[in-house]
């Protein structure tokens, strides 16, 4: 542990942390505030064919970096590494400002992510280790809704400095808040003391789960893309991070400090949960992407509509971590799991079965239950898994949250997008003669994306049934996501009855043993 949150004062508790929430917020923000930026960045810099890079190579980064940076934290101490990520970070953050051209934005965006990758997993294990262990719930409440929260505003707070200021300010607002969090914790951040024999660290480990967790990532990212889907380069990508992957495993379990202990995937409690995550990562962003897309394109709505249709889903995720937090005193993690899983698949049910002409109150309400399945999913994800592990594996154990969650993400998007576009392309060849189309014309709308800039000049009825075919086609494809909450139920079954305990399991287990010391 950092330091005894019993010594500390209540203003000491306080300021760290505010520090570690401005953390957590910086690093969530910058995956969102360059997107309304983004259309100005690339007409100032030019470089439009690496445009999406500048969200790939930040997602990336940071995910590769989780498990290690959780590892290290655990065999040197968290203030160490937490530190070198802010620097990272508020450094890729600078040089992000002062980029030249689209391949050094990108560039420093990989710094930035790595920073990230650092910051994320180790501030969630600094609050279980200095914040009261019976107040764990409302401080991971306020993460979870600073997690959210920042979602939510990232677009806008884009908008609003690139139109009013500079777009370079996206990444300059993190220099001021950077140097108060480093101000702050480097003050009261207690380093963690080195025993005297020298740590072993697990370097072919680090790299082979490095290695793989980037092949297979990119794979995912660039398939169906930037190359079809069995191209040699994305099967290339596949094969060699199933190989990384393979020998990392026989690696793990012959080396004596594995950078990744196969020993935590033994607790049901840890394996269901990360499990539950990783669907949890599937359905979150595959929602985040497409339902946009479906408010768009099928419901008629303009880009500020598509937006709005994610605000009360991002606040119900706030509301979803509150509930959960009260829910983790009286009920099991398996029955919180469960109610999550209910309550995202009702959600994703009811947009399978939505009509066109959806009443918009009726649309916010699916948002918020999807939102709350999601938000109280979060919240006992990182809690279960927090408290189920050793001490000497906190940080290695709460980064894999985090990193099950992105690969969720990318892997769901990845399923979902091929889903849907494959669907799009029957359907649209289907209705090919009643459109219109030629060969040429089915092909340039094959991809999503296209059928929203085609409206302007085509007929009324063109229109109504290409709005038809990309509601049903998005709508099939959250089959996908579904399936994904089923699945879900199914890792909550596995977790078994454990439940919240207010003190450690090893303190708890030496007070019911010796039951007549005071």
Not at 21 to 37: G, H, N, P
Not at 74 to 92: C, E, H, S, T
Not at 420 to 431: D, G, H, T, V
């Amino acid at each position: 542990m950092e330091t005894e949150s019993g010594t500390m004062s209540k203003s000491r508790l306080n300021w760290m942390m505010a520090a570690l929430l401005f953390s957590i917020f910086l690093t969530q923000l910058d995956q969102t505030i360059v997107s309304t930026a983004l259309p100005t960045i690339v007409a100032k810099l030019h470089g439009f064919d690496q445009m999406s890079w500048v969200f790939t190579v930040y997602m990336l980064a940071s995910t590769v970096v989780m498990p290690i940076a959780g590892k290290l934290s655990d065999i040197y101490g968290r203030k160490q590494f937490y530190m070198f990520g802010l620097v990272l970070f508020v450094a890729g953050s600078a040089l992000c400002g002062v980029a030249g051209s689209m391949v050094q934005l990108v560039l420093f965006r990989g710094i930035q992510g790595i920073g990230a990758g650092f910051l994320t997993p180790i501030t969630f294990t600094l609050l279980f280790s200095i914040m009261p262990r019976e107040r764990a719930g409302i401080y991971n409440t306020l993460y979870m809704s600073v997690f959210a929260l920042s979602s939510v505003i990232g677009p806008s707070l884009g908008a609003l400095i690139t139109e009013y200021f500079d777009w370079r300010w996206n990444f300059y607002i993190n220099l001021p808040f950077g140097l108060f969090i480093f101000l702050v914790l480097n003050k009261l951040l207690v380093k963690s003391k080195v025993g005297e024999k020298r740590p072993s660290i697990d370097v072919a480990g680090a790299l082979l789960l490095a290695g793989a967790t980037l092949s297979i990532l990119l794979g995912l990212k660039m398939g169906g893309v930037d190359y079809a889907w069995f191209s040699w380069q994305i099967v290339g990508l596949l094969v060699l991070g199933a190989a990384f992957l393979a020998i990392f495993l026989i690696v793990e379990m012959r080396v004596k400090e594995p950078i990744l202990p196969l020993a935590l995937f033994r607790s049901k409690v840890i394996s269901g949960t990360l499990a539950a995550t990783f669907l949890q990562g599937i359905m979150m962003f595959g929602a985040l992407v497409y339902i946009p897309l479906f408010v768009q394109g099928s419901l008629g709505g303009d880009v500020s509509d598509a937006g709005n249709a994610l605000t009360p889903l991002m606040f119900a995720v706030m509301v979803g971590a509150s509930v959960g937090t009260s829910l983790i005193k009286s009920w099991s993690w398996r029955s919180n799991i469960l109610l999550s899983m209910i309550l995202t698949g009702t959600g994703l049910a009811a947009m399978i079965a939505m009509p066109l002409d959806v009443n918009v109150w009726l649309m916010r309400l699916i948002m918020v239950l999807i939102g709350m399945g999601i938000g109280i999913m979060m919240m006992v994800g990182q809690m279960a898994v927090s408290m189920s592990a050793e001490e000497k594996f906190k940080g290695v154990a709460t980064s894999t949250v985090g990193f099950s969650r992105s690969v969720g993400g990318v892997f769901g998007t990845a399923v979902l997008s091929a889903i849907i576009n494959n669907r799009l392309a029957s359907k649209i060849a289907e209705q090919a003669d009643k459109l219109n189309l030629s060969a040429d014309g089915v092909q340039e709308l094959v991809d999503p994306q296209a059928l929203l800039n085609v409206d302007s000049g085509l007929p009324a009825a063109t229109k109504a049934v290409l709005r038809e075919v990309l509601g049903d086609t998005v709508q099939y494809g959250f089959w996908f996501l579904l399936a994904a909450a089923a699945a879900g139920v199914v890792a909550a079954v596995w977790t078994g009855s454990e439940r919240y305990h207010s003190e450690p399991k090893g303190k708890q287990a030496k007070v019911e043993a010796e039951p007549h010391m005071m």
